[in-house]
């Protein structure tokens, strides 16, 4: 299978400073994209430190015969921890923590992925664009329950309030599940910058109209940008080739 794949961030139209991170290994093994919280500095730190922490983990021990639920589920508990002592040694950021989501494609092509926070994985299959990851958010499980109807979920002033987050002790319940991939398919990573301004199906336009992975990832962030950039946004790509055109 072969993978065309590009990423960009921007800190968007109001925030002075930018506190996602992202990580593409140039092998195209892995993928990461986190979304910080906790203040200026807090926020851009715990991202970089779980974004540093798991690509470090990933790296070092991609060919040590772990399955990829292991690898993800490690390198996930490691930026964890990571982040939770520089909360001890630096207590101006006690608050901080980061959203992050990981894929990894493993030997056999098979993708895999990890998530905590309200940050997204997508699959765009043809026309269809479906959400795969789950947000950890108490506007999702509201959602779920039946308490707040899907009209109401984008404009509730609770809407990003987190129910897990890198940064806590209690990360215990988060999964590693594969990702069905067909060629053709385009997987997307993103923060919530880009889904708070774009619907659906606006992401799915743009994703199935843009063939070059880079300027689709820009064309994204563009048009967030357009309708408000309220927020860091944050656009990783991820193609399978059909073969030859």
């Known amino acids: 299978m072969k993978l065309s794949f590009a990423g960009d961030t921007d800190k968007g139209c109001v925030r002075a400073a930018n506190q996602d991170s992202y990580y593409i290994d140039p092998e195209g093994r892995f993928f990461i994209v986190a979304d910080g919280m906790g203040g200026h ?8 430190i779980a974004t540093d922490t798991i690509k470090a983990y990933l790296e070092s021990s991609w060919n040590n015969g772990y399955t990829p639920e292991q690898l993800l589920r490690e390198a996930v508990f490691k930026a964890n921890q990571e982040i939770l002592l520089d909360q001890t040694q630096n ?3 006690g608050d901080m923590g980061t959203t992050v989501v ?3 494609i493993d030997e056999k092509e098979q993708p895999w992925f990890c998530h905590i926070g309200d940050s ?3 699959r765009l299959r043809g026309s269809k664009l479906d ?15 039946g308490s707040v109807a899907i009209e109401e979920a984008r404009t509730h002033p609770w809407r990003h ?3 897990q987050c890198l940064g806590r ?5 988060f999964q590693v599940q594969p990702v069905e991939l067909q060629p053709g398919d385009r997987l997307l990573i993103c923060s919530d910058g880009l889904t708070e301004e774009l619907s659906d199906d606006r992401i799915a336009y743009r994703l199935k109209t843009i063939r070059s992975a ?6 994204l962030i563009d048009e967030a940008k357009s309708r408000g950039g309220r927020d860091n946004i944050t656009v990783v790509i991820i193609h399978s080739e059909m073969g030859e055109d």
Do not use: C, F, K
Not at 214 to 219: D, E, L, P, T, Y
């Open 41 to 48: 500095a807090g926020g851009e730190e715990a991202s970089r």
């Open 214 to 219: 880079q300027q689709a990832a820009a064309s």
């Open 131 to 145: 959400q795969i990851s789950d947000d950890h958010t108490w506007i999702a499980r509201a959602i779920q329950t």
């Open 91 to 93: 207590p101006m950021r």
């Open 169 to 173: 002790e209690d990360i215990n319940l």
């Open 161 to 163: 309030m987190l129910l």
């Open 120 to 122: 997204r994985l997508y």
């Open 102 to 104: 990981v894929v990894a």
